[in-house]
Each structure stands twice: as C-alpha cells, then as structure tokens.
Nanobody
Framework: QVQLVESGGGLVQPGGSQRLSCAAS????????MSWYRQAPGKERDLVAT???????NYAESVKGRFTISSDDAKNTFYLQMDSLKPEDTAVYYC??????????????WGQGTQVTVSS
C-alpha cells in the first residue's frame, strides 16, 4: 500500500504564507497525479490544485495566483505553497495522489489532513 503523510499546517495571519508538504511511502513506481483538496467546516471537500508527473498544474479559481503546487519526484513528495492567505482559506487540507504500483495497477491514496487557520 501507499501512505501519504502531510505536514506544515497551523495558524497564519491574513496576508501570510505557509507551505504544506505531502510525503509518499510504500511500494510504488511513481506518483502520477498529485492533488490538494480542502474542506471547511460545514462544506464539501473541494479540489484546490493538481499537478501531473510531467509538471502540468491546474488550480481552482479561488487560489490562482496565490497558491503554487510543485513536486519532487526523487523524494516522492509534493508541496502546496500558499501566499497571500485569506481567512476564507481556513480549512483542513488533504493531499491525494495516484500511485503507479509495481504490477502496473494504480492506487489512490489520501493524507490524514492538516488544519490551516488564517486569522489575526
């Protein structure tokens, strides 16, 4: 199986920055599609950003120009750099990755979630 472990959440002031990390471990060939989602209290889990192994990134309109998703394939780790944070960015952030396994099957793994709170 593939496990994802997130780190980097916490409290940040409006206008500040924070970087989330998601490290993958387990028996896999590669991470193909890596994503960040977020879920605010009482709301559905929404897609924030996605990056493919080839480096193509896509973002939700609400974070374009403020968030940057990146990956380090050698470390099987991907990141979400969040700048110009707003109170409405407050949520639990989850990472998700599609892993290619040694039998050429694909496995979708989720991180445990990390709280990001934007408040003065």
């Amino acid at each position: 199986q593939v496990q994802l472990v997130e780190s980097g959440g916490g409290l940040v002031q409006p206008g500040g920055s924070q970087r989330l990390s998601c490290a993958a471990s387990g028996r896999m060939l590669s991470l193909n599609v890596m994503s960040w989602y977020r879920q605010a209290p009482g709301k559905e889990r929404d897609l924030v950003a996605t990056i493919t192994r080839g480096g193509t990134a896509n973002y939700a309109e609400s974070v374009k120009g403020r968030f940057t998703i990146s990956s380090d394939d050698a470390k099987n780790t991907f990141y979400l750099q969040m700048d110009s944070l707003k109170p409405e960015d407050t949520a639990v952030y989850y990472c998700k990755a599609e892993a290619r396994l040694y039998n050429n099957a694909y496995y979708n793994a989720w991180g445990q979630g990390t709280q990001v709170t934007v408040s003065s």
